[in-house]
Protein backbone atom coordinates (compact mmCIF):
# COMPACT_ATOMS: atom_id res chain seq x y z
CA UNK A 1 0.00 0.00 0.00
CA UNK A 2 0.60 3.40 -1.21
CA UNK A 3 0.08 6.24 0.29
CA UNK A 4 -1.54 9.03 -1.62
CA UNK A 5 0.37 11.54 -0.33
CA UNK A 6 3.06 10.61 -2.11
CA UNK A 7 1.86 11.21 -5.00
CA UNK A 8 1.16 14.62 -3.92
CA UNK A 9 5.05 15.46 -3.20
CA UNK A 10 6.01 13.53 -6.26
CA UNK A 11 3.14 16.10 -8.46
CA UNK A 12 4.90 19.27 -6.30
CA UNK A 13 8.08 18.53 -7.63
CA UNK A 14 7.13 17.85 -11.14
CA UNK A 15 5.09 21.33 -11.00
CA UNK A 16 8.55 22.95 -9.54
CA UNK A 17 10.94 21.62 -12.48
CA UNK A 18 8.15 22.73 -14.82
CA UNK A 19 8.31 25.79 -13.41
CA UNK A 20 11.98 26.72 -13.90
CA UNK A 21 11.48 25.02 -17.29
CA UNK A 22 8.71 27.60 -18.54
CA UNK A 23 10.92 30.64 -16.86
CA UNK A 24 13.86 29.42 -18.93
CA UNK A 25 11.42 29.39 -21.89
CA UNK A 26 9.97 32.56 -21.42
CA UNK A 27 13.81 33.85 -21.19
CA UNK A 28 14.54 32.81 -24.06
CA UNK A 29 11.50 34.00 -25.94
CA UNK A 30 11.69 37.34 -24.95
CA UNK A 31 15.50 37.58 -24.97
CA UNK A 32 16.02 36.02 -28.82
CA UNK A 33 12.08 36.31 -30.09
CA UNK A 34 11.75 38.97 -32.92
CA UNK A 35 11.37 42.15 -31.64
CA UNK A 36 7.74 42.31 -32.42
CA UNK A 37 4.23 42.40 -31.23
CA UNK A 38 3.76 38.82 -32.10
CA UNK A 39 6.56 37.86 -29.92
CA UNK A 40 4.44 39.37 -26.49
CA UNK A 41 1.30 37.81 -27.73
CA UNK A 42 2.16 34.18 -27.60
CA UNK A 43 4.33 34.97 -24.51
CA UNK A 44 0.99 36.01 -23.22
CA UNK A 45 -1.44 32.92 -24.21
CA UNK A 46 1.15 30.92 -22.96
CA UNK A 47 1.23 31.99 -19.99
CA UNK A 48 -2.59 32.58 -19.94
CA UNK A 49 -2.69 28.63 -21.01
CA UNK A 50 0.02 27.39 -18.54
CA UNK A 51 -1.95 29.21 -15.16
CA UNK A 52 -5.27 27.30 -16.04
CA UNK A 53 -3.70 24.57 -16.50
CA UNK A 54 -1.90 24.84 -13.09
CA UNK A 55 -5.08 26.65 -10.98
CA UNK A 56 -7.41 23.74 -12.60
CA UNK A 57 -5.12 21.26 -11.48
CA UNK A 58 -4.92 22.68 -8.12
CA UNK A 59 -8.32 22.92 -7.98
CA UNK A 60 -8.59 19.16 -8.84
CA UNK A 61 -5.74 18.37 -6.24
CA UNK A 62 -7.32 20.16 -3.38
CA UNK A 63 -10.35 17.76 -3.53
CA UNK A 64 -8.81 14.75 -2.95
CA UNK A 65 -8.24 13.07 0.54
CA UNK A 66 -4.13 12.42 1.02
CA UNK A 67 -4.98 10.17 3.91
CA UNK A 68 -5.85 6.89 2.11
CA UNK A 69 -3.68 4.78 0.30
CA UNK A 70 -3.39 2.81 -2.85
CA UNK A 71 -2.74 -0.50 -3.71
CA UNK A 72 -0.73 -0.42 -7.02
CA UNK A 73 -1.52 -4.37 -7.37
CA UNK A 74 -4.42 -5.80 -6.51
CA UNK A 75 -4.44 -8.76 -4.14
CA UNK A 76 -6.14 -11.33 -6.90
CA UNK A 77 -3.79 -10.24 -9.56
CA UNK A 78 -1.34 -13.39 -8.37
CA UNK A 79 -3.56 -15.58 -10.41
CA UNK A 80 -3.65 -13.92 -13.54
CA UNK A 81 -0.04 -13.57 -14.15
CA UNK A 82 1.49 -16.82 -15.58
CA UNK A 83 4.33 -18.74 -12.93
CA UNK A 84 3.26 -16.02 -9.97
CA UNK A 85 1.83 -17.69 -7.00
CA UNK A 86 -1.15 -16.40 -4.99
CA UNK A 87 -0.01 -14.77 -1.48
CA UNK A 88 -2.61 -13.78 1.18
CA UNK A 89 -2.31 -10.73 2.13
Do not use: C, K, N
Not at 19 to 27: A, N, R
Not at 44 to 55: A, K
Not at 57 to 74: G, N
Amino acid sequence: MIPLFAFLIIWVVLLGVFGVITLLTLSQVLRHGLPASSTYLVTFFFLVVVSTVVVASVLFVSQVDWSTSVALLPSGIGGWLPGTVEIPL
